[in-house]
Nanobody, 122 residues
Framework: HVQLVETGGGLVQAGASLRLSCTAS????????MAWFRQAPGREREFVAA????????YGGDSVKSRFALTRNNRNNTVSLQMDSVKPEDTGVYYC???????????????WGQGTQVTVSS
């Protein structure tokens, strides 16, 4: 059984910073890799970033890599996404995911949190 809980979403202005956190309650092998996805209304769920048990990070693209930072605390099974210089196009529901994959397709991830809404105004 895996439970993932996201916190930190909210309404912010463009250019602001936001920090999202995900805390996992699970057997460790089920959360070897943890990731963030986001989804805007009417769009597919988009890969943002993932981090494995060693701290190796994969980002979804240059726009994310230049502004976001992913960290992991293995002691308390928490991953955080620091979002700087946010843009309106960053708006969406941000989901925490876990599993034993590093793939970008949401269908390859076994466990999901409930999501936290991020809204960036212009």
């Amino acid at each position: 059984h895996v439970q993932l809980v996201e916190t930190g979403g909210g309404l912010v202005q463009a250019g602001a910073s936001l920090r999202l956190s995900c805390t996992a309650s699970a057997r460790t092998f089920d959360i070897d890799v943890m990731a963030w996805f986001r989804q805007a209304p009417g769009r597919e769920r988009e890969f943002v970033a993932a981090i494995d048990w060693t701290g190796q990070i994969t980002y979804g693209g240059d726009s994310v890599k230049s502004r976001f930072a992913l960290t992991r605390n293995n002691r308390n099974n928490t991953v955080s996404l620091q979002m700087d210089s946010v843009k309106p196009e960053d708006t969406g529901v941000y989901y925490c995911a876990s599993g034993r994959t590093t793939r970008r397709d949401a269908r390859d991830w076994a466990y999901w949190g409930q999501g936290t809404q991020v809204t960036v105004s212009s």
